[in-house]
């Protein structure tokens, strides 16, 4: 056990380290050449009254979030609501204050710690979650695209990327839960030939991760997760157009709809905790293809990072103190993770 969590540390570290290396990479590309007095000036001159309904409407997106996740997890516990939803604003807090989204493994804890779910199986769903985020940032590209068509080779090289590893992880995921019994009979035969008491573990550890995937095989729940993350990104993407009016320049919602795929698909590189550089530079660079002034597409990006960091880190503090939970949890939740995943 000390050896895993021995080798978790360095793990941790090396990412901790990459994140900050892509970070600082992002804002040196976002920020070179732009004058700060000019992005402060429209920090500074913002209607902040605008970023009240964009703070509201995200927080509807955050229960959407809820929603779709107590729906994968039906398979598992069915949980009501209004006991996930803390745990899911402390999953999100957890990757706005730790680097390369560790808040997925504390969510998984503080559930496995609330409701006595398998951490394998709640990180298989918390799994599907993100792939079909990323397939909606792509639906959301297509279908914006005949209304705000881009001529930048790089957008069209992130769609194409994006494209191969979000649709190439989703069928593979569709097919093991398609053919469960075949993928275990693969999976057996592969960790029978490892020496030890791996094979055993690595078995038992994909038999729950087996389990987290089994709504995909039902065609009414894939709809149901689909439809609720197209509901979640699009009340995301108002947030977007609320925080614009308090700016002195104005883009289609279809352009904000291109603009939440791109730094979402940003994101998901590694990168410092709060997602630095890697949310703030695609979407200057995006607003700019789109023909606002560099300046004010900077201030804009940095006030709409702020209004998504800020409320629901806050809010989730707030959750880990009433759940009697503290930064040593933190350290327990990394640490349990690598004992019953690795």
């Known amino acids: 056990m000390e050896a895993r969590q021995g080798w978790w540390r360095v793990r941790r570290w090396g990412m901790l380290l990459i994140g900050i290396v892509v970070s600082a990479v992002f804002l040196y590309i976002g920020l070179n050449g732009l004058h700060l007095g000019d992005v402060w000036d429209g920090v500074r001159n913002a209607r902040i009254g605008w970023l009240v309904p964009g703070v ?21 516990k069915p949980i009501p609501l209004q006991r996930l939803f803390p745990v899911v604003v402390i999953g999100y807090m957890g990757n706005n204050v730790y680097p390369f989204r560790a808040g997925e493994v504390i969510r998984a804890y503080v559930l496995k710690r609330n409701e006595d779910v398998s951490i394998p199986a709640s990180l298989a769903t918390i799994i599907v979650e993100r792939i079909f ?12 695209l005949p209304f705000a068509d881009f001529k930048a080779d790089w957008l069209k090289n992130i769609v194409f990327f994006s494209t ?24 057996t035969r592969l960790f029978e030939r490892l020496p030890g008491k791996i094979g055993g573990a690595l078995r038992g550890l994909a038999d729950h991760f087996m389990l987290g995937l089994e709504n995909l095989r039902r065609p009414r729940d894939l709809f149901m997760t689909l439809v609720s993350s197209i509901f ?50 695609p979407g200057i660079e995006t ?6 002034p560099e300046p004010l597409a900077a201030s804009y990006t940095l006030v709409l990072h702020a209004a998504l960091w800020l409320p629901i880190t806050l ?10 939970l503290s930064w040593q949890d933190f350290r327990r939740a990394r640490e349990t993770v690598a004992v019953e995943t690795l």
């Open 56 to 76: 509201a409407v995200y927080f509807l997106a955050v229960w959407g979030r809820t929603w779709r996740w107590h729906y994968l997890l039906r398979s598992l």
């Open 133 to 144: 985020d990323g397939l909606v940032m792509l639906i959301f590209v297509f279908v914006a």
């Open 164 to 187: 191969l590893l979000f649709w190439g992880a989703f069928m593979v995921f569709l097919v093991m839960a398609l053919q469960p019994e075949r993928t275990r009979r693969l999976y």
């Open 232 to 281: 979640i990104w699009l009340t995301e993407t108002t947030k977007y157009w609320f925080v614009m009016h308090a700016f002195d320049f104005e883009v289609s919602f279809f352009v904000l709809m291109v603009m939440t795929a791109v730094v979402n698909l940003a994101t998901t590189l590694p990168s410092s905790p709060g997602y630095v550089g890697t949310f703030d530079t």
């Open 287 to 292: 607003l700019k293809a789109y023909g606002v």
């Open 315 to 324: 809010l989730g503090f707030y959750y880990l103190y009433r759940e009697g």
